[in-house]
């Protein structure tokens, strides 16, 4: 999958760059996590594993100084840990990274745990500690959504409506799932969330029967999400299809996925692109082939023959004497090039059609044309 980064709304982050503008000069990636410039992957995942446990939020609450420095260690590792961009990072450095546009910062530390999961899933246990964090902003979700379009439409690009739904905390209830967000303490619990209960001579504690154990209780549950504090969304999103794009291709709109929680900033929205069939024509990159019919007598004496385009129709020139398989080019009525470099090629390919029937006429006009033929050998 290919994602064009169609990013309308949001620059990238970048933690380096002060409000005032100057900018702090960037440590180098190898002494940042301690190893040697021919370490190993594996030498440099156990180097981060180790700095990333010393240094991880949840250790260090409200030490500023090392969540710059977690942030620091993981761009480290995301650029080494990644053959390409440690390869450009060897031969050009920092300037070499940020010329290429591989964007190597992370915004912020839910980021963080998003890129690496997999690995704070080895360290912290599943989960990975940080998707745990329950008082922090959290990002909201990425979401994937698929627009069908048809071949005139990915050719020359378009305006699609697609239609989200996604998961919000339900706005009467502010997301507490008691009818008018009215939520009370428990009078069994007294909102402790536990009650205890003699048991012959010991006091045993015991989750509140009433409350489950959430020490609060709503008289009744609010209508609209029936107490699940929960609502599906629908948004609807407008999405600018760049033209020549193709089958399998993911537009990326930043920021417009599902809404943070907490002030947490909002999740991608990528696009994916599904392009209806077009019997008239086969795709191939930016190139159009079309089955060009002709009568074995056009293809024996050459015609003039209409073809369909994206647009319209065309005719093109079929010489005397074409063979099947043969191909005609019409330039320039391809697909229009993603990139803006021109359009590619309608191939006529050529398939002669014999006749099935032949009228009296037809056929005496065969027969006298085979002993043409025959007799000029
Ligand atoms: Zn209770
Ligand atoms: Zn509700």
Do not use: W
Not at 47 to 74: I, M, Q
Not at 133 to 139: K, L, N, S, V, Y
Request: charged fraction near 25%; include cysteine; glycine fraction near 14%.
């Amino acid at each position: 999958m290919t994602d064009l980064d169609s990013d309308l709304s949001c620059p990238p982050l970048s933690p380096f760059a002060f409000e005032d503008g100057r900018c702090m000069a960037k440590r180098d990636y190898y002494e940042i996590l301690g190893v040697e410039r021919t370490a190993s992957t594996a030498e440099m995942k156990k180097a981060y594993r180790k700095l990333a446990l010393e240094l991880h939020p949840d250790r260090n609450p409200g030490n500023a100084e090392a969540e710059e420095r977690f942030k620091e260690v993981s761009e480290a590792f995301g650029v080494l840990n990644d053959e390409q961009k440690r390869q450009v990072y060897d031969r050009h450095g920092h300037a070499g990274l940020q010329s290429g546009g591989m964007q190597s910062g992370f915004g912020s530390v839910e980021d963080i745990f998003s890129s690496f999961q997999d690995m704070f899933g080895d360290v912290f246990g599943f989960g990975g500690m940080g998707r745990g964090r329950r008082d922090g902003p959290a990002r909201g979700a990425d979401l994937r959504v698929g627009a069908a379009l048809t071949l005139s439409e990915a050719a020359f690009g378009c305006q699609k409506e697609v239609t989200l739904q996604f998961p919000a905390p339900c706005a009467p209830c502010e997301g507490t799932g008691a009818e008018g967000g009215k939520v009370t303490v428990c009078g069994m619990c007294k909102g402790q969330g536990q009650v205890a209960q003699a048991r012959g001579a010991f006091l045993m504690s015991s989750t509140c029967p009433q409350c489950q154990g959430a020490g609060r209780t709503a008289a009744k549950a609010c209508p609209t999400c029936h107490g699940r504090g929960e609502t599906t969304v629908e948004r609807k999103v407008k999405v600018a299809i760049p033209g020549g794009i193709d089958e399998g291709q993911s537009l990326r709109l930043a920021g417009q996925g599902q809404p943070g929680r907490r002030g947490g900033p909002a999740g991608h929205l990528y696009v994916t692109v599904e392009i209806e069939a077009d019997p008239r024509f086969v795709r191939d990159g930016s190139d159009l082939a079309h089955e060009l019919r002709v009568s074995f007598t056009q293809a024996a004496l050459g015609a003039t023959v209409k073809v369909p385009t994206l647009e319209g129709e065309t005719e093109v020139k079929v010489p005397p004497g074409i063979q099947p398989g043969d191909q005609v080019k019409v330039r320039g009525q391809g697909i229009p090039r993603l990139d803006g470099r021109g359009r590619g090629d309608l191939i006529c390919i050529a398939q002669v059609e014999v006749p099935k029937k032949l009228s009296a006429k037809a056929k005496q006009l065969l027969l006298e044309l085979q002993q043409t033929f025959e007799s000029e050998g």
